[in-house]
């Protein structure tokens, strides 16, 4: 499997990226300087059991919160239970407009009290991207932009350079 940067059209290997994420609970020096990434994911497949559940374990051990932004969406205590998730550092805000998610997303991210904000964002423009960016700089917090993949529209990557992790699930079975 591999992760995909769509800002320099870079393939990483998931056994290298695993690899910068130390066991002992703190990143690496990169990720402490916070970073955003747009991640297109398949809903019908397990990634999420694969490359993002683990990494969020690994930010769970951190003294920081994880937050979910997700619109119309409630995450399931059993389900975070099951996933090995730290249910009590699990914050979610899942009744705010998709108009008002950009903004929480980056007041969350430049608090530095989150060390991942995971967000179900609607299409963003680049003035927002780069302000989030800096917000996650800010608050040395990472920041996921969920796009379940029927969502994603592959003409926004060719109007901004950014960080995009497109993930080919359809190797799983």
């Known amino acids: 499997m591999s992760i995909y940067s769509w800002n320099n059209t870079t393939e990483h290997s998931l056994n290298s990226y695993t690899q910068a994420i130390p066991s002992t609970g703190n990143v690496s020096d990169s990720m402490q300087q916070g970073m955003v990434s747009e991640?297109?994911?398949?809903?019908?497949?397990?990634?999420?059991d694969c490359i993002l559940l683990p990494m969020l374990r690994q930010l769970g051990i951190q003294s920081r919160w994880l937050l979910w932004l997700s619109p119309n969406k409630k995450l399931s205590k059993n389900w975070l239970e099951q996933a090995g998730l730290p249910v009590n550092k699990i914050m979610q805000l899942n009744q705010i407009h998709s108009i008002n998610s950009v903004d929480a997303m980056e007041k969350a991210l430049r608090s530095g009290n989150y060390s991942v904000v995971l967000g179900w964002l609607p299409k963003i423009n680049e003035q927002d991207f780069i302000l989030l960016q800096a917000a996650a700089k800010e608050g040395h917090?990472?920041?996921?932009?969920?796009?379940?993949?029927?969502?994603?529209n592959i003409a926004t990557t060719e109007l901004r350079p950014?960080?995009?992790?497109?993930?080919?699930?359809?190797?799983?079975?």
Do not use: A, C, T, W
Request: glycine content about 2%; proline content about 6%; charged content about 20%.
């Open 39 to 48: 991640l297109v994911y398949d809903e019908q497949h397990p990634i999420m």
């Open 141 to 152: 917090s990472i920041g996921f932009i969920m796009r379940p993949e029927k969502n994603y």
């Open 162 to 173: 950014q960080n995009h992790l497109k993930i080919h699930s359809r190797s799983y079975h």
